[in-house]
Each structure stands twice: as structure tokens, then as C-alpha cells.
């Protein structure tokens, strides 16, 4: 998507030249002049960095900028760049005075583009200076116009690399995810994507299985179930606030997906649930529900505040109790309040459990729809998985800071379903032999993994770690315990919270995977 301003009159100002090192980051500060970067020899990533209370921090997606592409850098905005090469990478920046236009509206981003004819332009800006003849500046002056005009030309990129497209599209998917209420043109949003329409809905589709305005509809369905679940909001209020102005024809779009009207979802998702076990809330939450109150791991066993507990539960006058396993005493107490069920949650899949509520709150066919959803995605997924990496074993490897520069490494196995339903068995990824007998293993140290022997890992980053986090531990991976030739595999996937066995985690853990295979970082 073009990020430049439509202007009149463009003043050439002065050229810089930058070396980033190998694996290096540098912050390129914020200009009062828009600039037009030029990246050498080797390729950069880039990305705007905001202003916030404790610094600078990221803001929209992460450019790869190939070797001889040009990109654009809004006036006011410093940006970040990363060389993912061990070559330095040369960077030339032209900044330039804009007047008398109109900006365009909306949050800045970084755009690239391709410009054959730069690489001889380049020494023109460079030899350009206060003290130059006015036929010099005449001759930048035209350069800069030219590339301005191939800035802005709303023309598709046959060329655009897939991971390209990818980003496009990952960025109109958190847009609808973060917008869903606002009225959202999918046409333009296809045609700002300078990939063409028909390959950007092709690539949407294959990505996320839906077409935007589907994705969309499902964005919003999703969201309306919290609020019908309220007492307090009407079928009217849940329709508008989700972007349906007209609640009739939300409810019939609401009864088509979900099998049943507003009204009957309402009726049956406004109950007062007690849940014993924090697991279930991330079931519980995919049909739309808020347990009144909910207790986390071992508060049975707080003997001294037990009675304390038992008070708090019968306030919330509950319709059920949703429990793991409790002493039997403890069930009677609980049983004097409301009616108790009991789930057994690690001795089956979460899938089950999801159903077993579904049954219990007699909102089966939302399960199913939400499942099915979920299906259509491993399925997306597990094909490119295939493709990618067919019959080779990777280690599944959690990672949790302990402390600050202390991390726990929790190697799981085989033997627990916690991740190995969706990844061994669901994706077809190959288990490695050294844990195929193993449950879960925890170690301090990356070393002690690695001593297990497997070559390739699956990082689920289970922290909000920071990107020189991820790049080390890429780095340190790839070369072993001996500093080989950097031939081990690792994929990083931030999860930045620690995984439970639940269906809104899954679904976080799909999302993520589905994000990284199409971002063409397994290609790098």
C-alpha cells in the first residue's frame, strides 16, 4: 500500500549515506523532511518506530526491502532497520521538502518499490550539495519528480514475492480483527494492496480460507456472542455495535452461521457459571461466555480459606459449577450451592470438552460452527506444512522467563497432548526419536537442549520477548554447541503467555503458525 502524499512542488534537500552492519540495528531518527531510502547491495528490514511513554516502540507491519528497492519514510517518523544479512548493507536516504498538497489521512506506512534506473541516479544525489552548480540540482530535482511519480502510481506488482503479499494480507487481517465495527471497503482494500485484486483475494483465501468480506462477517459474529451473552445489551445494541445497523438482517445472518436466532443464543449464554479450573475459561469463551467467578490452580488446597471460597462462589448464585477433580467432601460443599460437573480436563482433548459445554449450555451448533472454523484452518495449514517441511522432526521447545536474563526451557514429548495433538498428529510434523518415549523435560539452559541431539525446533515463546531475544536465540540455535556452519532450523512462535490446554490458546497457536508459514521467514 502507498504510504507518500499527493504534492505539488517537491524541493530537493540533501543526501546521507549509512552503513548497517551484519545483523546490526540502527535507528534512522526522526526528519522534518519525507525521505526516500535506497537500499544497497544487501537487504533490509524496516519499521516505523511511535513515540509512547517509555520510548519508542514499533508500529505496523516489518518491511523486507530487497537489495536496489526504494522505499518511502514519512516526514516526522524515525524508522527502524535490521540487517538479516552477515553483509553490510549500504543505504543512501534523499530527503526532500514537500508543498503545497494534501496529505494523505491515516496511520503512516512503509512502501517499497522498484526503480531499474536508481542505481545510476544514486552518485547524482550523492555529488549534490549547497555549493554545486544549479544544473546539478536541476538534474536531482528531475530524478526526485520521477520517483516520486513511480511512488505513487496505483499500478499492481506482478513481481511482488509471496511473502510480500503475505504481509498485505496479514496487515488487512488484524485490520478487520481491530475494525470490524467500521464500515470496511474490501474492494479498496484490494486495490490499495498494489498486488492486483484478483491475487490479493486469491492469496486472502488461501491464507486464512475465507474471503475478506467473509472474514469479516466472521470477525464480527464472533464478537457479537459477548455481547448478547450481557443481559444488559439488546439484539438491536449487539447488532450496531458490531457494525450492522440493520438488526433484522443481523439476525438473519447471526441464525445462518450459528444455527440459532440472537434471541434463542441469548437465552442460553446469559447463565452464571462458577469455574473451578482457569483451563476452562478459553473454552468457554469461544461461545461467547464470562464465568461470574473463576479460581486459579491448587485453591483447593488452601484448606485455612476454604469456607472463604465457598461464600464467594454462592454470591455469584450460580446456575453451574464447572470443576476438574476435587475431593469428595469438597464436591458435597459445592453440590450445596449448585449443581457440580466435573471434567477429567487432561484425560481428553480440549476439542471434547469444548463439545461437553457446548452440550451442557445447549449451544452445540456454536461449538461446531467455531470447530469447524478451526478445521478449515489446521487443513490450510497442514498443507503448507507438507510442502514446506515434509518428514522432518522438530522439537517442541516452550520457553518462560523465570527472571530477568532467566528463562525455563520445557522440551515436550511425545507423550502429552497439551501440543502434540495439534503439531505431531494434526500438522504431520515428524516427532524426533529423543522424545518420542519423553512426557516433558524442563532445563535451564538452551546448551541442554540442544545436547538432546535434534537439529530442528519449534520455539513457542510462551513471554513477550523482545526482538534481540528472538534474533539471539536464532542465532545461538543455529550454530550449536560447537558454532557449526549454521545448518540447525529454528521457528519462533509468541504466544507472550504461557500456553493453556484450552481452545482460545489453540486458536492463538494455529493463528501464529498460519502467520509464520506465509511470512517467508522459513525461506531466509
Partial sequence: MQAVSIHSQLHYMESSEWIIGGGEEQTLEASPYERFGICMKSGLHASILKSCQQGKRRGGRILHIAAGEVFFIPAGYAVAVYSGSALNAELVLISFQSSGGQCEEGEPVLSSFRMPQM??????????????????????????????????????????????????????????L???????????????????????YKAFRKITGLSPLKYL?????????GLLADPGVSVAEAAH??????????????????????????????????????VFVGDLAVLGITPRVVFGRDWDLDLDNRKRYLEEIS????????????????????????????????????????????????????????LTDFRRKT?????????????????????????????????????????????????????????NDLIHMDVSELQK?????????????????????????????????????????????HLDEPFLYNSIMHERLIDQIVKYLYSGKQNR
Avoid at 254 to 260: A, C, D, T
Fill in 217 to 225: 462477517i466472521n470477525a464480527r459474529l464472533n464478537a457479537s456472542l
Fill in 119 to 176: 542505481k545510476n541516479w544514486i552518485s547524482e544525489f550523492v555529488a549534490c550539495h549547497p555549493g554545486s552548480p544549479a544544473t546539478d540540482y536541476y538534474l536531482v530535482q528531475s530524478r526526485l519528480y520521477a520517483i516520486a511519480a513511480a511512488c505513487t502510481k496505483p499500478k499492481p506488482r506482478a513481481g511482488m514475492e509471496e511473502a510480500e503479499i503475505a504481509g498485505l494480507v496479514e496487515e488487512t487481517r488484524q485490520d478487520i
Fill in 449 to 493: 537442549v540442544m545436547a538432546l541431539g535434534s537439529e530442528n525446533a519449534l520455539f513457542l515463546i510462551e513471554f513477550p520477548a523482545g526482538e534481540t531475544f528472538c534474533r539471539q536465540l536464532q542465532q545461538q540455535w543455529k550454530h550449536g554447541l560447537e558454532g557449526g556452519e549454521g545448518k540447525r532450523r529454528s521457528i519462533l512462535i
Fill in 315 to 370: 454470591r455469584t448464585r450460580p446456575d453451574y459449577i464447572l470443576t476438574g477433580p476435587l475431593p469428595e467432601d469438597l464436591i458435597q460443599d459445592l453440590n450445596a450451592i449448585a449443581p457440580v460437573v466435573v471434567y477429567d480436563w487432561y484425560e481428553y482433548s480440549w476439542q471434547q470438552r469444548l463439545l461437553e459445554f457446548a452440550r451442557l449450555l445447549d449451544l452445540e451448533s456454536v461449538a461446531d460452527r467455531w
Fill in 379 to 435: 487443513d490450510n495449514a497442514r498443507q503448507q506444512v507438507e510442502q514446506l517441511w515434509p518428514d522432518i522432526p522438530y522439537l517442541i521447545v516452550g520457553i518462560r522467563e523465570m527472571g530477568p536474563g532467566e528463562y525455563n526451557y520445557r522440551i515436550y514429548g511425545r507423550q502429552i497432548r497439551k501440543f502434540t495433538d495439534l503439531i505431531y498428529d494434526e500438522f504431520h510434523i515428524k516427532v524426533p526419536g529423543e522424545v
Fill in 241 to 278: 455495535s458490531v457494525g450492522y445497523h440493520d438488526e433484522y438482517y443481523f439476525s438473519r445472518l447471526f441464525k445462518k452461521h450459528m444455527g440459532l436466532a440472537p434471541t434463542e443464543f441469548a437465552s442460553r449464554a446469559q447463565v452464571s457459571l462458577a469455574v473451578l479450573c482457569s
Fill in 178 to 200: 481491530d475494525n470490524y465495527e467500521s464500515a470496511l471497503g474490501m474492494e479498496e482494500l484490494a486495490k490499495s494492496s498494489g498486488a492486483g485484486s484478483s491475487r490479493f
